[in-house]
């Protein structure tokens, strides 16, 4: 009888049982491949006519555990089924679901105030591709509807948007978008579901970039969209050809970090709450921007729209002053660190004007609402009374004359 040798015995080495105990972990299903029992099955689970996994690109159990538990947050207002892909990165999300709903010809009414790469995006590669958008003021519900055309297939907004903290008005958004048979798509990325779901309030799709709020730790990076099935059986094929794939191990610490989000967003928007509170007295600020503030043009809006004392945890503070006071500022905080991103547990700070939106001139920083020296904060766990304590003497060091 044939003996085999040592290398396919080791190959064939039998590989761990399944525990019979759920383990309370969903674990790390490293695998890119899976083995299947016959020809008949591995044709079925490719055609998607049995359940399984087949390639890693196409999903892995650790990738879709997470993405349905995304949706689970996301859509539990909805009383028609939601379903979640996740992705490498926030503009995996982005750009996967922009490219599965327009083609050429294609029409897009996109805020002006979005992320600078979604921005790029829908105005460099997608227009050479032959997708015309046209950028609104979110806020302007008129100036929404006079640009919708005929071949308008996307309304692209965010629920709360970079630096002002701009609240879009979703359902009436969502109203335009049903009119024109276009689908409602909101990066969500700034609220969390832990602040609002969109899908309750008009969206046909909402994304994140899950390296915010919903990793929470700033060391993952990963993106998840959620929407009803017609949507997103076309986000799904569009991820799977561009290959933006959430790899495992990231997609098991933004599983992780899901579990608490609840938790950290309800105690980040306290502190951002009373940070704004305390640093919009100090004589050397021009203006704080957070919609908890009742001056906020969105207040009125994120208490429609936002679940109760949660108003998101991104406060932007406006010294007086030019460019350098705001960069002086930054500078002066010793709690808060200058940093990229947002949505972690340690609070970062970054001066507008020189890094998000550095391509920017002072006038058209103004004509969006932003102040030359805006600093923004992303609020994290540190304890509030030393984040504003940090600010305020900051405020006294580098602005304290003004
Ligand atoms: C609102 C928003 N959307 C999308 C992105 C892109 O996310 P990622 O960096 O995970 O690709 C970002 C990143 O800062 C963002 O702030």
Redesign the pocket.
């Known amino acids: 009888m044939h003996q085999q040798g040592e290398n396919t015995r080791a190959l064939g080495l039998p590989a761990a049982p399944a525990p019979p105990q759920r383990p309370l972990r969903a674990p790390v299903h490293r695998s890119t491949t899976y083995a299947f029992g016959s020809s008949r099955e591995y044709a079925d689970v490719l055609a998607g006519e049995a359940p399984g996994y087949s390639y890693a690109r196409i999903d892995t159990p650790t990738a879709s555990a997470f993405a349905a538990a995304v949706a689970a947050m996301e859509g539990a207002g909805c009383d028609r089924e939601v379903r979640g892909e996740a992705f490498a990165?926030?503009?995996?999300?982005?750009s996967s679901t922009l490219l599965a709903l327009t083609g050429a010809g294609a029409h897009v009414v996109a805020s002006r105030s979005?992320?600078g790469?979604?921005y790029s995006l829908l105005d460099g590669l997608l227009r050479r591709f032959g997708v015309h958008t046209d950028f609104v003021d979110i806020t302007d519900t008129a100036a929404v509807r006079a640009a919708v055309r005929p071949e308008t297939a996307v309304v692209f907004t965010?629920t709360l948007?970079?630096p002002t903290m701009t609240v879009s008005d979703l359902p009436a958004l969502g109203g335009i978008a049903d009119e024109a048979g276009a689908v409602l798509v909101v990066?969500s990325?700034?609220a969390t579901p832990a602040v609002c779901r969109p899908l309750e309030h008009g969206a046909g799709v909402v994304?994140?970039?899950?390296?915010?709020y919903i990793g929470g730790h700033s060391d993952a990076?990963?993106?998840v969209a959620v929407g009803g099935a017609d949507p997103m059986a076309r986000v799904r094929a569009a991820r799977i050809d561009l290959g933006p794939c959430l790899a495992p191990d990231e997609a098991f610490l933004l599983h992780r970090g899901l579990e608490t989000l609840p938790l950290r967003v309800a105690r980040q928007c306290e502190s951002a709450a009373a940070f704004a509170a305390a640093v919009a007295g100090h004589p050397a600020v021009e203006r704080v921007d957070y919609p908890g503030l009742p001056g906020h043009p969105g207040h009125g809006l994120a208490e429609r729209l936002f679940d109760a004392g949660r108003r998101g945890a991104v406060v932007t503070v406006t010294p007086r002053g030019g460019r350098e006071a705001g960069m002086a500022f930054a500078d002066a905080l010793r709690t808060a660190t200058i940093g990229?991103?947002?949505g972690g547990t340690h609070t970062l700070a970054g001066h507008v004007g020189s890094t998000?939106h550095r391509q920017m001139s002072d006038t058209a920083l103004r004509e969006a609402g932003i102040g030359p020296a805006a600093v923004r904060f992303s609020i994290g766990l540190e304890d509030a009374d030393d984040l504003a304590a940090d600010a305020r003497a900051a405020l006294d060091a580098a602005c304290g004359g003004r």
């Open positions: 990165s926030g503009m995996g999300a982005v979005i992320y790469n979604t965010e948007s970079n990066d990325t700034f994304l994140h970039s899950a390296t915010k990076t990963g993106g990229a991103s947002l998000t």
